[in-house]
């Protein structure tokens, strides 16, 4: 078990992830990459220059795919400036966002880009909304997604509301790894990083008395556990 100072690292047999940060309410920024292909995961604000440093701008227009938890601004607050370094690089190829069915934070920053920017857009960007489980398969990497509690609190302070929010499992040449993004203690996130190469856990929650957003850190460790190895990330800081 390990609460490490970021960056993170974690690679074998050309399939590595690396999680820049992920600091609850500050950012997240997750880049995954199989062979010579780039995913990114809950790009939060930051994610353009830490991949600037990471991979360049060759391999940044090269990215196929992002992959969204859920729409909170500390998981998707450099969608933008990724979406717009790649029209000003003049990106070809185009790219696919991944995101949970009702997250209108993404829809938003989708239509508001392309009202901008549609006419003058050099790649095409495919919005995949997730409403099942159902696998997803790019560049040889096999992706399941799988829905995770999390919540929000309303203008009171009090009042919480559940979010559209998803974890994501990514398979490649038979090495699993399991991010379960913002979430409360969930069957679904036991079931699915049971057994797995790598889990990546979020424990953001400060104390033990559960709320329904996040898991305490023993929480947290129990699910890790079940893995080959694990990270605990969005801790507080
Ligand atoms: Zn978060
Ligand atoms: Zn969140």
């Known amino acids: 078990m390990t609460i490490n100072k970021y960056p993170i690292k974690w690679n074998r ?11 609850p309410n500050i ?25 600037n440093i990471e991979i360049g701008t060759k391999k940044i227009l090269s990215i196929s795919d992002l992959f969204i938890t859920h729409g909170h601004h500390d998981h998707v607050g450099g969608v933008w400036a990724l979406l717009t370094y ?7 190829t185009s790219l696919s966002i991944y995101y949970p069915k009702g997250c209108v934070e993404i829809e938003s ?14 790649y095409k960007i495919n919005l995949k909304e997730i409403d099942n489980t159902k696998t997803i398969k790019s560049k040889g990497v096999t992706i399941h997604p ?17 979010v559209p929010a998803l974890g994501y499992k990514f ?3 038979k090495l699993k ?7 409360a203690y ?5 079931k699915m990083a049971k057994g797995s190469d790598l889990a990546i856990i979020e424990a953001g929650h400060e104390d033990a008395t559960p709320d329904g957003m996040h898991m305490s850190i023993s929480e947290a460790k129990s699910i890790g556990k079940s893995a080959k190895e694990y990270f605990l990330v969005h801790v507080p800081e």
């Not at 969930?186 to 036991?190: F, G, H, P, S």
């Open 86 to 92: 790649m029209r000003v690089m003049n990106k070809k």
């Open 109 to 122: 920053i989708y239509h508001a880009f392309q009202k901008v920017y549609g006419k003058t857009l050099p």
């Open 27 to 51: 950012a997240t920024g997750i880049l995954i990459t199989a062979d010579n292909n780039y995913f990114v995961v809950d790009p939060g604000d930051g994610i353009l220059r830490d991949l």
């Open 186 to 190: 969930c069957e679904e996130l036991v």
């Open 177 to 183: 790894i399991c991010y379960g993004g913002d979430t």
């Open 146 to 162: 799988f829905p995770v509690i999390h919540k929000e609190y309303l203008h009171d302070g009090k009042t919480t509301r559940q």
């Open 171 to 173: 398979t490649f040449n």
């Open 13 to 23: 047999d050309n399939y590595s992830i690396k999680i820049f940060c992920s600091i």
